[in-house]
């Protein structure tokens, strides 16, 4: 559907196209970094022997069950300005007016990132919590006599044997957030005026609501050459390791 | 410390803060008194975080009027349950046949965890169990699928579907849901399979078992809670997923939940007190699931925690 060069000239004299492209690179780049490191400190967070740290890992992981339109529709409330709840919260807690979340692309963008955290940060905490609990108790015992512990612990210990894990993860989701379209249509909408949209929001923009299926196909064409090569080294890195997800 | 003294949790922490004054000041008890309480203070972030847009639901379902998100208000004046009635009544425009598009949605679900469960667990047997050439080549290419993420692919699917005779099918959804978790369930099932040891395939081959016993008798029992772990990531990718549902679903009759809670956001006016009850009811039955399967799906992720 997309085999003609001319309609890449088009797609990328389109202005949108380009700012999409950058908030694609944003969204994907801040929203998996953040949520995999994230997700790695906090999988040692809920190792803590606590009593009350199982039941909090319980509504931690709620997000992720939580099927992802009804959340993010409740983040677009949430959000959806001063009566928002979030807005809400800052002016009865706090006595600040909260911004307007939705009229500033960078805040929206911002907003999307966020609710995508929410969303996936407990299915890879849990992946990592499963990659920690497979580090041999042994390792930590001999590290602690070699004075290995607490931050250094993670950084000599923990966070070398994890990294083909981590290495893997971080790709799978990178593929996969690209691919995000439900954050944004319910999120921000693409507001203000489609500025806070993804590729993935836009192509199907182009396609369904603009009858431009050939642009829109091409719109998600162009995101190949950066994600096929992804897909060969997560192919290389899962031969590579002994790996456990 | 004597006996009385509180070790664990807040109350430690603050016993910790008041008596360090009194104590003698020492480096490492100053450290742990820190640690407890950036714990609680991160439990209790994590605790508003997690909880915060299921609370906006719920207060929105629970007003009266639909319109909390227009009062700016942390708590409904006269919650009601009625938002709850017509959701369950489909006594509303955009909520007529609920239950027939619940049924949709759950049809798709099922189907989709089925068969990705029986793709998985075979693709995953063959590649892990028998000894093929370059068989890791194969096993690692469904990944590949990943390259081209799934909301990108819905304009070809959605002419495929078509040239299949399959639009307007539920199975049309099913088939697209299936393409895009077998590629994980493969690779989960593929690292668990590596601690089922060989050895007992061979004893089981001496005793007269053919690949297809040692695959139900064997593999199956064995794999359990890797099985279990990625039948609810299937059974939640199907139940997160909108897009296709929205694309290749045309008629009213086939539409899902999903699709019906967006298109709320179609009218001006709609009433979001009903959306967001539907919303909750439709949260329900994965969040039942997740927690039924918890357990065996911590095990199935927890791979050292088999490991003898």
């Known amino acids: 559907m997309a085999r003609d060069p001319a309609l890449y000239g088009e797609l ?30 906090l999988s040692g967070f809920f190792l803590r022997p606590q009593w009350w740290v199982r039941p909090l890992l319980a509504i931690f992981l709620l997000c992720w069950a939580m099927p992802a339109v009804p959340a993010f529709a409740s983040f677009h409330w949430m959000l959806i300005g001063e009566q928002g709840l979030v807005d809400a919260l800052l002016r009865e807690l706090f006595g600040v007016d909260g911004p307007l979340w939705f009229n500033d692309p960078w805040l929206a963008l911002g907003s999307n990132i966020i609710a995508h955290i929410w969303k996936w940060l407990p299915f890879w905490t849990l992946v990592f919590i499963a990659g920690r609990l497979a580090i041999p108790q042994e390792i930590y015992e001999a590290a602690a ?24 993860c971080t790709l799978l989701a990178t593929l996969w957030t690209v691919g995000d379209y439900t954050t944004v249509f319910l999120v921000s909408m693409g507001a203000p005026a489609r500025s806070s949209d993804v590729l993935a929001t836009l192509g199907m923009h182009y396609a369904f609501d603009a009858a431009q299926p050939e642009l ?22 899962l031969h590579a390791g002994e790996l456990q997800l | 410390m004597s006996l009385a003294t509180p070790r664990y949790g807040l109350p430690a922490a603050a016993w910790r803060l008041s008596s ?5 000041w020492r480096p490492h008890r100053r450290r742990r ?30 007003d009266e009027e639909g319109d909390t998100e227009y009062a700016g208000i942390v708590w409904p004046a006269e919650p009601t349950l009625d938002a709850f009635r017509v959701v369950l009544s489909g006594d509303y425009w955009y909520l007529q046949h609920f239950w027939l598009k619940f049924a949709n949605s759950l049809f798709i679900a099922l189907a989709t965890m089925l068969i990705t469960l029986v793709i998985g667990s075979l693709a995953a047997f063959a590649l892990g169990r028998m000894t093929l050439a370059r068989g890791w080549l194969l096993g690692n290419f469904p990944v590949l699928t990943y390259a081209v993420p799934a909301s990108l692919l819905v304009i070809p699917f959605y002419r495929i579907m078509r040239v299949y005779g399959l639009s307007d099918s539920l199975w049309a959804v099913i088939a697209a849901d299936v393409t895009f978790t077998t590629p994980y369930a493969i690779l989960i099932l593929q690292q668990y399979a590596k601690l089922i040891p060989k050895e007992l395939d061979e004893a089981a081959q001496i005793d007269g078992a053919g690949p297809w016993q ?17 039948s609810t990531f299937a059974l939640l990718f199907a139940w ?25 956001f179609d009218a001006d006016e709609a009433p979001w007190n009903y959306m967001m009850a539907t919303a909750i009811v439709y949260a329900l039955p994965p969040v039942a699931i997740f927690f039924a399967l918890r357990r065996w799906m911590l095990a199935g992720l927890t791979l050292g925690g088999v490991r003898k």
Do not use: C
């Open chain 1, 12 to 41: 990328f004299a389109e202005p949108r196209y380009v700012t999409t492209a950058i908030n694609t690179l944003l969204y994907v780049g801040f929203g998996v970094n953040v949520m995999m490191f994230g997700a790695l400190l």
């Open chain 1, 145 to 168: 006599i070699d004075g290995a512990v607490g931050v250094r612990r993670f950084l000599h210990v923990v966070f070398p044997l994890l990294a083909n894990i981590y290495v893997v």
């Open chain 1, 216 to 237: 829109g196909v091409a719109a998600v064409m162009s995101t190949l050459p950066v994600l096929v090569p992804l897909a060969l080294i997560l192919m290389r890195r």
């Open chain 2, 20 to 24: 360090w004054r009194l104590s003698s």
């Open chain 2, 33 to 62: 008194v820190l640690a407890d309480v950036a714990a609680w203070t991160l439990g209790l972030l994590l605790l508003v975080w997690a909880l915060l847009p299921t609370y906006n639901m719920l207060l929105i379902a629970l």
């Open chain 2, 214 to 230: 040692i695959y139900r008798h064997l593999y199956l029992p064995l794999a359990a809670p890797a099985l279990a772990a990625v």
């Open chain 2, 240 to 264: 997160n997923e909108y897009i296709y549902q929205y694309i290749l679903l045309t008629s009213e009759h086939k539409m899902t939940v999903a699709v019906a809670i967006a298109q709320f």
